[in-house]
């Protein structure tokens, strides 16, 4: 039998970086992932300024040996209208790899990891959990994504929510390739569809590409990304054959959450609880400030983890992200027609000025936000 204190079931950015902050607060957290990493994990892959930040990464140490790509524009349109092209002429995000990233953050928390551990049973006696049979521990932290079992125990039934799917690819171009490809490394083309339910890119990070996209409604997603890469081929974007079939992910947008995040002995984080950026649908900064904040929660507890306990969590979450049904832009586009929507995003897309200070500075950058500190 083994045991610890706090056990991190997923070991994605969320659950490594709570274990990290668990782990400078004298906590003795494990991890359970299902998996063996490094492993390939689907995601188009930025991280901003503010979250190497946040988790005190040296660019230089992280780059030796790993894809660390500088961003300093992005070039975006609705697609088929005007292409906008914002260039910062500064570092205001990284591409990453995620096999490289998550393994990275994995083995720098210090936690002892329980891999190719699929969480198969959990039991409850009296203040401590048994998990499998064989690990015991006082307190459960949910990071497994959107199919977290722990937040299916609290009751999350992710077939009855209304997600993003999506679909892409990552891999490494042929030299060939690599010449003929006309998106820049430092410039990340994104493409939102027609009807403004989703949007796809094509991101370079040095000889890897990555393609995808992703929508609100998933009804016909296959045929909207496959319409999206013809329209890639048409513009002269992408002028080889994809050599890896596109892999599937969803995830739940922070506006429409509605998971229960904490119960006695049990907090969910990340993914799991559903906190992806509305706008964006970027999961990797709210998972990681998820994560820092849950660890911060729990050293408050002072190991004493009943729900009244482990509520200044909930707290933490709404001074940090607001409300999950605050976001007045969300609400307006709710109310309008579709018709109406799609001709307001043709105009206001091909704007210079919204481009870059509504699309990027604030629903994919987050620039108005500064790091926890």
Known sequence: MDSCDVLIVGAGPAGSSCAWA?????????????????????????????????????????ASGRVLQPITGFRTSRMGGSEVLTDYRATISYGIRRCEFDEFLLKRSGARVFAAAPLKSLERSGDQWLVNGEITARLIVGAGGHFCPVARHLGADARAEVAVAAQETEFEMAPSQAEACEIRSEIPELFFSPDIKGYGWCFRKGNF???????????????????????????????FDLPKAMAGHAYLLYRGTQRRMISDGILLVGDAMGLAYSQSGEGIRPAIESGLLAAKAIASAGGNYSEDRLEPYRQFLFDRFGKSDSEWSAAIGRRLPDRLVSALAQRLFASD?????????????????????
Do not use: M
């Open 353 to 373: 000025w919204f481009s870059r200070h509504v699309i990027l500075d604030r629903w994919f950058l987050h620039r108005n936000e500064p790091a926890l500190s």
């Open 209 to 239: 590409l990555n393609v995808g996209l992703g929508r609100l409604d998933p009804h016909g997603l296959p045929q909207h990304v496959s319409r999206f890469v013809e329209f890639l081929r048409e513009s002269g974007k992408l002028t």
């Open 22 to 62: 668990l782990r400078r607060e004298g906590i003795d957290a494990g991890i359970l992932d299902k998996r063996v990493f490094p492993r390939d994990k689907v995601c188009g892959g930025w991280i901003t300024p503010a979250v190497v930040e946040e988790l005190e990464i040296s660019a230089d140490e992280y």
